[in-house]
């Protein structure tokens, strides 16, 4: 069974970093591609990094590019999500899912995990 758990979030204030991590278990192939996803109250669900299975292409969001930054470590089965100088509009609840290829969008996931709160607040 494919299980994905995220830790990581919390509160911080604006300006500040947080890292999540998204340890990944039970896949019977040969890794999958990784995607981070948020949603907030009210708004639709967003999706923000992903990095594919092997040759470490990556995806950001406009939202947060050159403040994110997503790596994996396959011997370690776990992907993280560094980020940097946090705004109140990046609190929501993050989700990490697991698909055959790296795409912005949330369809092609099959596995997801059960999300981790980032709040960001003075």
């Known amino acids: 069974e494919v299980q994905l758990v995220e830790s990581g979030g919390g509160v911080v204030q604006p300006g500040g970093s947080l890292r999540l991590s998204c340890a990944a278990s039970g896949f019977t192939r040969d890794g999958y591609a990784i995607g981070w996803f948020r949603q907030s109250a009210g708004k639709e669900r967003e999706g923000v990094s992903c990095i594919s299975r092997s040759d470490g292409a990556t995806y950001y969001a406009d939202s947060v590019k050159g403040r994110v930054t997503i790596s994996r470590d396959n011997r370690a089965n776990t992907v993280s999500l560094q980020m940097n100088s946090l705004k109140a509009d990046d609190t929501a609840v993050y989700y990490c899912?697991?698909?055959?290829?790296?795409?912005?969008?949330?369809?092609?996931?099959?596995?997801w995990g059960q999300g981790t709160q980032v709040t960001v607040s003075s």
């Open positions: 899912a697991a698909g055959e290829f790296y795409d912005r969008n949330a369809e092609e996931y099959t596995y």
